[in-house]
């Protein structure tokens, strides 16, 4: 297993650190929005009609789903930080294999790769 050097993981660094501020960011906006139930039902957030009310209902579930998923982002990010710290990054979880760099630039929070992530999506349908 080839380690990365400090000068390659550097860029990969602040970029999960930047992802990471933005999501924490977009979160706490979500919750608030959640929360409130500013869902565009009027004024008051209460509504009686129906429909307003199955809207509402609907942007919050989307709203809470987001929050869901950008939450599991934010675990993986953690996680890349972690893998930075512990001189592992860039190295699969699965088979200790090099992840390309390329991957790295679109997934930098990924913690396999390709072929061990296939494998892994494969195993789940």
């Known amino acids: 297993m080839a380690k990365m050097k400090k000068a390659e993981v550097k860029p990969f660094k602040e970029m999960l650190l930047a992802l990471r501020s933005r999501l924490r960011?977009?979160?706490s906006t979500l919750a608030d929005a959640a929360l409130s139930g500013k869902h565009g039902s009027g004024s008051s957030g209460v509504s009686n009609h129906m429909a307003d009310m199955g809207s509402d209902t609907f942007?919050?579930?989307?709203?809470?789903m987001l929050m869901k998923n950008e939450g599991e982002t934010l675990s993986q990010i953690e996680g890349a930080l972690e893998r930075?710290?512990?001189?592992?990054?860039?190295s699969c979880a699965e088979c200790s294999g090099k992840i390309p760099k390329m991957r790295l630039k679109v997934m930098p929070y990924t913690p396999f790769c390709v072929k061990c992530q296939s494998e892994k999506e494969a195993s789940l349908s």
Not at 84 to 90: E, F, L, Q, T
């Open 25 to 27: 960011g977009d979160v």
């Open 59 to 64: 942007e919050q579930n989307n709203t809470l």
């Open 84 to 90: 930075i710290n512990d001189g592992v990054y860039g």
